[in-house]
């Protein structure tokens, strides 16, 4: 079992930045991909980012190419996800997921974070 705990994001301008992190207990954390998703109101979640166990391989939705960067600490068991050149359409609650393969549908993954919003405006 691993739990999840997220923290980070709120509100921001567009063109600025936010840092998510998410934060894991129980299992080794290194043994889990985490990805991040996100949802926005009235929409289904959507792979944002993902890191395989090691921080070895990054993978990337068009969306967030070239503004936002996940990487991991496994020595502090947390995985962050800075969102960087902010637009108004990165608004949704993101979520940190852990699972066994680095994938990008929800259902792959095996844990989950609580969500946090992120909000930003023009």
């Known amino acids: 079992q691993v739990q999840l705990v997220q923290s980070g994001g709120g509100s921001g301008q567009a063109g600025g930045s936010l840092r998510l992190s998410c934060t894991a207990s129980?299992?080794?954390?290194?043994?889990?991909?985490v990805g991040w998703f996100r949802q926005a109101l009235g929409k289904e979640r959507e792979f944002v980012a993902g890191?395989?166990?090691?921080?070895?391989?990054?993978n990337y939705a068009d969306s967030a190419k070239d503004r936002f960067i996940i990487s991991r600490d496994d020595a502090k068991n947390r995985v962050y996800l800075q969102l960087n050149s902010l637009k108004p359409e990165d608004t949704a609650v993101y979520y940190c997921a852990a699972g066994n393969r680095l994938a990008l549908r929800p259902r792959e993954y095996d844990y989950w974070g609580q969500g946090t919003q992120v909000t930003v405006s023009s």
């Open positions: 890191i395989s166990r090691f921080g070895g391989r990054t």
């Open positions: 129980g299992r080794l954390f290194s043994d889990y991909y």
